[in-house]
Every structure is written in structure tokens, then in C-alpha cells.
């Protein structure tokens, strides 16, 4: 359980970050996970499944926080969104990378959990299709919409 | 922008903030303490099971315990004899049963044998069972049927043995008489049959009718 929380605890808080866009809130996720993951330790038989189950708890989690906090993220969204405004910003290198993570924050749900998972988790699509339980062909059209609605955010944006 | 960058600009800005550190060593002491608050409570809720438990063995034991002791305390009432029925269906004993035909009071007697033999006598004012007007037949009560008896007149000098039918329903100690049909002469007047008809008997352990 140790090496196992040594292994992945860094990787699943990050994930978890890009999903409820918070530092505590994706530490309090990740720390269920591993909370239910130590209530069934006894009936984990193979190793590769203790990744896919943590994985699968931290998407599921986010989403639940997401949607208890939701009233109140919406505000935080608006306060940074007026935060990173100034146009003097615009020109430092990384504020296209903020700009590409805000998108994925407005992001319907389903298709930011499967950018997230892609892109950042490095995924397969068979996986996310297993960890969200939804098809293969769904996880493309989400993906599909989902790139196509970052680039006309950013476009918009600039 | 074409995809494959768009895939590349968002691989890399998802990945941007990996450079900051996560306290690992916090989170381990924060999991640990969690799970050790987990086997706490865990270990409480079972305490509590095992006490709930505990505590419905010792009701119900005290409950079964009260009402044995209830029981015990408690008189036993002798339950009311049960009313045999004789194979005709009818319930043995006297059937006895008041009606009133062309304004006079009148009684029907109907004793019924558990071997399907019996005595019928019936009458109105100034009628008594026992007299040599009065007296009560010998018949044979044979089944004809749910809730049907048919009644003969028991005398083997006679041809004609006149079988009345009698259709009731039995109950408690009651017999009610929901129809008779008699051919009216001699055993049962049609009249009196008519007037009968809706009577309630009255099932007792009375002794035997005297006879002619």
C-alpha cells in the first residue's frame, strides 16, 4: 500500500487537478481514493487493476466534488478569469497554456474528463472508455468536440 | 492551428504545473492518520453491533420469559363443547326452533342422531311433542347434497314414506332453514313447511323426544 501510494500520489493529485481545477480539493480526492482503495486492499488480486481502480476513483470523485462546488467555483472561474485579463500578460509564454487550461474548464464534463485522461494521463482510448464506462466511439466524438471546442476558445480568446 | 498541434499545445500546457512539487510526506502522514481514524471507527461500529445485539437477545429473552410467565398466570378457559355433525352434515343433538304460521306460535323439533336416524315432530298452539296428537315421528336424515338433507318418515308400514327436503346452513350452534319442500301429506303440511321456512334451530343436548 505504501509503494503503491509512493508511486502514484503525485501523478493522481496533478490528474486530479485538471479535473476540479483546485489544489486541496484535488488532494482531498485523491487521498478517498486511497482511503477505498486500503477498505479493499484485501481483494485486490492483480497490481495492474490498484491504478485503474485509483484512476477510476479520482475521475469519479472530481466529478461529485465538481458538482457539490459547483456554485462556488463558478465564482472563483470568474474571479480568474478577471484575474488573467490584464493585457500586458498576454505576452509571457506561458499564458497560452493558461488559456488552453481555462478552456478545458468550461469544457462540458465528459469531454474534459476525456482530454484530461488523453492528454495528460496518457490514456488509451479503451482505457478511458473503461474508466468512464462509455464506448470506444464515444470517447472519439468526445474527444473530437472537445479539441475542436478548445481551438475556438482559443481562438476567441486571442 | 492544425490538430496534431493543438494535441501537442494541450499535452504540454496540462502538463506545465508537474515542475511544482506535491507534498508527499504530508499526504502520507494525513492518509495514515485517516486510516487509523477508519479502523477506529470501524471498531466502534462493531462494538456497537455486537452491543445491539446483546441488547435484543436480552429483550426478546425478557419479552419470551413475560409471556410465558403471563401464560402461566393466566386461567384457562374451557373452550365451549364442539357440535358434532352427523354424516347428513346436519350438527347432532335437538334442533329446536320457534315460527309462526296464520298467527299462532308455533315449535319444529328436529332430533338429529349421529348414525342419520332422528325424531321430527312440529306444531302450533296447544301442540306438545309428547302428546298423542303431538308426538314426534321417527325419520331417516340422509345427505342430498351441500347444506341439503332429505327427510323420510321412518315407518316401514307405511308406502308412501313422504320425504321432506330441507336445505340449511349450519352456524356456530344454529341451524337456519333456508328452504323445505314436502309433498304435503301427512309428515309436513305444505302450509306448515312454508311457515318453517327462514326458522333458526337452536342446536341442544337434549335428551331424547318422547315417541308414539
Known amino acids: ?158 | 492551428m492544425s490538430t496534431d498541434e493543438l494535441e501537442l499545445l494541450l499535452a504540454s500546457s496540462l502538463h506545465e504545473d508537474d515542475s511544482q512539487s506535491v507534498d508527499v510526506h504530508n499526504a502520507r502522514a494525513v492518509l495514515r492518520d485517516r486510516l487509523e481514524r477508519g479502523q477506529r471507527a470501524g471498531r466502534r461500529r462493531a462494538l456497537i453491533g455486537i452491543a445491539a445485539a446483546v441488547l435484543a437477545v436480552v429483550v426478546t429473552a425478557s419479552l419470551l420469559l413475560t409471556g410465558l410467565r403471563h401464560e402461566e398466570a393466566t386461567p384457562v378457559r374451557p373452550s365451549p363443547p364442539r357440535v358434532a355433525v352427523s354424516p347428513s352434515g346436519l350438527p347432532v343433538g335437538l334442533l329446536k326452533g320457534t315460527y309462526e304460521q296464520d298467527g299462532l306460535a308455533g315449535a319444529i323439533l328436529l332430533l338429529v342422531r349421529a348414525d342419520g336416524s332422528g325424531q321430527l315432530s312440529s306444531g302450533v298452539k296447544g301442540w306438545q311433542p309428547c302428546t298423542e296428537f303431538g308426538g314426534a315421528f321417527g325419520v331417516e336424515i340422509r345427505r342430498a347434497g351441500p347444506g341439503r338433507v332429505s327427510i323420510a318418515y321412518d315407518n316401514p308400514v307405511l308406502e308412501d314414506r313422504e320425504v321432506v327436503t330441507m336445505s340449511f346452513i349450519v352456524r356456530d350452534r344454529s341451524v337456519t332453514i333456508v328452504s323445505l319442500g314436502t309433498p304435503g301429506n301427512g309428515l309436513l303440511a305444505k302450509a306448515s313447511a312454508d311457515a318453517i321456512t327462514g326458522t333458526v334451530l337452536h342446536v341442544t343436548q337434549a335428551p331424547e323426544l318422547c315417541s308414539l
Request: net charge positive; proline share 1%; aromatic share 6%.
Open chain 1, 1 to 158: 500500500m505504501v509503494a503503491v501510494f509512493e508511486a502514484h500520489y503525485t501523478h493522481l493529485v496533478r490528474l486530479a487537478r485538471h479535473l476540479v481545477d483546485d489544489q486541496a480539493d484535488a488532494e482531498d480526492v485523491v487521498m478517498d481514493a486511497f482511503v477505498g482503495l486500503s477498505r479493499r486492499w484485501q481483494h485486490v488480486r492483480r497490481t495492474e487493476d490498484v491504478f485503474f481502480y485509483l484512476r477510476t476513483s479520482v475521475v469519479n470523485g472530481s466529478r461529485s466534488r465538481l458538482r457539490r462546488l459547483k456554485v462556488a467555483r463558478e465564482r472563483r472561474h470568474t474571479q480568474l478569469d478577471r484575474d488573467a485579463a490584464p493585457a500586458d500578460q498576454a505576452a509571457m509564454a506561458h499564458l497560452e497554456h493558461e488559456a488552453v487550461v481555462r478552456a478545458l474548464r468550461v469544457l462540458p464534463r465528459r469531454q474534459r474528463e476525456v482530454l484530461v485522461l488523453r492528454y495528460y494521463d496518457g490514456a488509451s482510448e479503451a482505457e478511458i472508455a473503461e474508466v468512464l464506462r462509455i464506448s470506444v466511439g464515444s470517447v472519439k466524438t468526445h474527444a473530437s468536440r472537445g479539441l475542436h471546442a478548445v481551438a475556438e476558445l482559443l481562438e476567441g480568446s486571442t
